[in-house]
């Protein structure tokens, strides 16, 4: 079935770091890909999507990109601040279905 | 314009003890749906509703029942609480456009139970 790997936290940064989280899918066909925000006690809040090969999501200074010959989809931010510290979500979701399969979270800390 | 509500926010219940979880939306979305939290689980789907009058299992159903009230409101009940499934829950909800669900899912703020 289809699957989400994130690379495991808490990944701890200072401020102004350049941040990557790494997640990899595995999923028949052409599925789209997110990436997801969970603020300390709220729920997951979309931050960035992707819907085929080689298109970059963009949101908030946060940027990935859809690699389907890696079948991968790294979140990416070249500056991060104290307040994007919040745990980090990776999800795929073939066309036309009803199902969206999460990655196991990536808590991110930024200290000043 | 509140989005998705859930409540309540936090429950404790004793092993055998029944509840309903209730979460409403706001945003006129067809397909609703119950995902469970757990450490370092993700998020799992436990049940969706993929419009008004229709509700299907997601990968986690056991323990769980669903009624969907109308196209605002999708409740969950258990039946007979198991501390296995102390837990986080969202509801979330989407749009369907075209014949098509939209990708996006909007969530609640979640309720975090607890079983003794």
């Known amino acids: 079935g289809d699957s989400v790997t994130q690379m495991e936290g808490p990944v701890t940064l200072s401020e102004e770091a350049f941040l990557t989280i790494n997640c990899t899918y595995t999923a028949t066909g052409y599925p789209s890909l997110f990436w997801y925000v969970q603020y300390p006690g709220e729920g997951l809040q979309l931050l960035l999507k992707?819907?085929?090969?080689?298109d970059k999501g963009s949101n908030k200074g946060f940027e990935a990109t859809y690699r389907k010959e890696t079948t991968s989809f790294h979140l990416e931010k070249g500056s991060v601040q104290v307040s994007d510290s919040a745990v980090y979500f990776c999800a795929c979701r073939n066309t036309g279905g009803f199902k969206t399969i999460f990655g196991a979270g990536t808590r991110l800390f930024v200290k000043a | 314009n509140a989005g998705v509500t859930q409540t309540p926010k936090f429950q404790v219940l004793k092993t055998g003890q029944s509840m309903t979880l209730q979460c409403a939306q706001d945003m006129n979305h067809n397909s609703m749906y119950w995902y469970r939290q757990d450490p370092g689980m993700g998020l799992r789907l436990i049940y969706y509703s993929a419009s008004e009058g229709t509700t299907d299992k997601g990968e986690v159903p056991n323990g769980y029942n669903v009624s969907r009230l109308n196209k605002r409101e999708f409740s969950l009940r258990l039946e007979s609480a198991a501390p296995s499934q102390t837990s986080v829950y969202f509801c979330?909800?989407?749009?369907?456009?075209?014949?098509?669900?939209?990708?996006?899912?909007?969530f609640g703020p979640g309720t975090r139970l607890l079983v003794l």
């Open positions: 979330a909800s989407s749009a369907r456009r075209l014949g098509q669900d939209q990708e996006t899912q909007y």
């Open positions: 992707a819907t085929k090969a080689d």
